[in-house]
């Protein structure tokens, strides 16, 4: 999937709704980076606007997407760097299990 988003400046997407992808002539021609979530609109502003009572143009399926895109963000921002850590230390305890077994089995036997 593919995504137009409009969202904070700071990266909240605020909606968000599905598009087709675009081709390699129109990611050319706009300049397009599509990211990682898939977003390759975006619009972003201060949110101003949402302090407007009266500004009720969402509809809940653009919260729907909004609402995964900013998880998959959350997730990569606070979970995936905790994960790497944890995979160094699984790599070093890895290296020592394989340097004491090594030594368990180069001794000699009797």
């Given at each position: 999937m593919h995504y137009y988003a409009r969202s904070l400046n700071d990266g909240t997407i605020l909606a968000s709704f599905p598009?087709?992808?675009?081709?390699?002539?129109?990611?050319?021609?706009?300049?397009?980076?599509?990211?990682?979530?898939?977003?390759?609109?975006?619009?972003?502003d201060a949110g101003k606007a949402l302090s407007d009572s009266n500004n009720e143009t969402r509809f809940r399926f653009q919260n729907i997407?909004?609402?995964?895109?900013?998880?998959?963000?959350?997730?990569?921002?606070?979970v995936l760097p905790r994960l790497a850590v944890l995979q160094q230390?699984?790599?070093?305890?890895?290296?020592q299990m394989g340097r004491i077994e090594q030594l368990l089995t180069a001794q000699p036997k009797g």
């Amino acid at each position: 999937m593919h995504y137009y988003a409009r969202s904070l400046n700071d990266g909240t997407i605020l909606a968000s709704f599905p598009i087709r992808k675009p081709g390699p002539k129109i990611i050319k021609r706009d300049n397009l980076r599509i990211d990682e979530d898939g977003v390759c609109k975006e619009l972003m502003d201060a949110g101003k606007a949402l302090s407007d009572s009266n500004n009720e143009t969402r509809f809940r399926f653009q919260n729907i997407v909004s609402t995964s895109l900013n998880t998959r963000r959350a997730l990569r921002e606070i979970v995936l760097p905790r994960l790497a850590v944890l995979q160094q230390e699984m790599g070093s305890l890895r290296a020592q299990m394989g340097r004491i077994e090594q030594l368990l089995t180069a001794q000699p036997k009797g």
